[in-house]
């Protein structure tokens, strides 16, 4: 089992309408996550980090998560098509450091 | 603030090769990590060095090294280059190892293609 896992998508969703992006992880000691976006030829960039159960907004953002179920999801409301972009999901292991876990990434395409 | 700067952007080296990669962190930012990402693997870590030490090494062969400079700039070496070893190479920085506050930067990464 890979210590971080996303479904590869392509997720596909209509302008206006919510993206929601999930994540699952094994470590149960990992205590912080992070939402990474990747544009097609660019480096990864920080979108949302979450550290206590339960959501986070900011924006049209929100993170989500549920440790007892090692879940973690990202919402988009309103998505843009320049929210067309790939998804990472990242958590540190439980002792901490820097050494990120990165799940593949879900492909998301905002439809006109 | 100037962002995590790596160079060269882009690196056509051959089979057998060694290759070094540069890395200078945001101002203020003691702790560098390396990742390699590839279509098949995604991104895979590679070493953090924080103080000049190195901190956490991924599993990837002692072909690939870094080190950290006492400014906090980063490189890292590749010997030996194979096929495999094409890849996005990124670098990423943070002021401290630990502190959860303030996630990994990212640098626009060096493309590097070995044929």
């Known amino acids: 089992q890979k210590e971080v896992e996303q479904n590869s998508g392509p997720l596909s969703v209509p302008e206006g309408a919510i993206a929601s992006l999930n994540c699952t992880y094994s470590d149960r000691g990992s205590q912080s996550f992070f939402w990474y976006r990747q544009y097609s030829g660019k480096s990864p960039e920080l979108i949302m980090s979450?550290?206590?159960?339960g959501d986070k907004e900011d924006g049209r953002f929100t993170a989500q998560l549920n440790k007892a179920s090692q879940y973690v999801s990202l919402l988009i409301r309103d998505s843009q098509p320049s929210d067309s972009a790939t998804y990472l999901c990242a958590g540190p292991p439980g002792g901490g450091g820097n050494k990120l876990t990165f799940g593949t990434g879900t492909q998301l395409k905002v439809e006109l | 603030k100037a962002g995590v700067t790596q160079t060269p952007r882009y690196l056509i080296k051959t089979r057998g090769q060694q290759v070094t990669l540069s890395c200078s962190p945001i101002?203020?930012?003691?702790?560098v990590s390396w990742y390699q990402q590839t279509p098949g693997q995604g991104l895979q870590f590679l070493f953090e060095?924080?103080?000049?030490?190195?901190?956490n090494k991924g599993n990837f062969p002692g072909r690939f090294s870094g080190r950290q400079f006492s400014n906090s700039r980063s490189e890292m070496n590749v010997s030996t280059l194979e096929l495999g070893d094409s890849a996005l190479y990124l670098c990423?920085?943070?002021?401290?190892?630990?502190?959860?506050?303030?996630?990994?930067?990212f640098g626009n990464g060096t493309r590097l293609t070995v044929t």
């Open positions: 979450i550290y206590s159960n």
């Open positions: 060095y924080f103080s000049e030490t190195q901190r």
């Open positions: 101002s203020g930012h003691r702790s």
């Open positions: 990423a920085s943070s002021p401290h190892p630990t502190d959860h506050n303030s996630p990994l930067h």
